[in-house]
C-alpha cells in the first residue's frame, strides 16, 4: 500500500516558515538559507517545494493577502447598520499594534511587490477588494438615508483604504509615529467628514 503524500503538508509548512523569516528578518537580503534553516529542513528540500525563493514568497503573499481579506469580510459580515459596519470596517483595516504579524507581513512583502509583476498584481487586488468592501457599505448607508456622502462612493473608498495603508506603515515603523487609536481615530474623523455621520 503506497504511503500518502505529505507534500501538502511539507509546503505549508515552508510557507509558515518563510512568513516567520519575513516578519522577523524582514525582507531585506533575506536567503533561501534562511527560510530553510527556520523550515529545520535542508536548502534543497525547500527547492523540492518551490523553484526558487520567489515562488515561496509569492506562496506567502497571496496567502497573507486571502487572510487579511477574509478577516476584514468577517468583520463586517454580522453587522446590519451601515454605521456599526464602517465602524467595524475602519477597526479593522489597522494593524492592532506596531508588531502586529499580518500587517508587518504584507508591508514587507510591499517591497517584493515593486520587482515581481505576480506580487504587484496581488497587491491590485488586495487594494480593489478592500474597496469593494468600503463601496458596498457608503452604497448601501447612503441608499437607506444612513448617510449622506460628500463625494462618490469610490472616491471615498479609495481614500479610506489608501489612509489605512499610510498610517498602517507608521504604526509599523521601527519607531511608529503614531498609535492604533490615533490612527483609527483620524480614519473615523475622515469618515464621519466623508458620510455626514458622526462614528
Known sequence: MARPSRAHERRAHLIAAARRSVVERGLLGLRLRDVSEKAGMSSGSVLYYFPGLTELLREVHREAVERFCDERAAAIRQEGDPRRKLDAMIASGLPGEPRDELCVLLYELGAFARRDPACAAAYIGLY?????LYMAILEAGAASGAFTLT?????????????????????????????????????????????GVEL
Request: hydrophobic residues 40%.
Open 128 to 132: 480593489e477588494r478592500q474597496v469593494g
Open 151 to 195: 463625494g462618490e462612493p469610490l472616491t471615498i473608498a479609495r481614500n479610506l483604504v489608501t489612509l489605512e495603508d499610510g498610517y498602517g506603515l507608521h504604526i509599523t515603523m521601527a519607531v511608529p509615529t503614531l498609535s492604533p487609536a490615533v490612527a483609527e481615530r483620524h480614519l473615523r474623523a475622515y469618515a464621519s467628514s466623508a458620510t
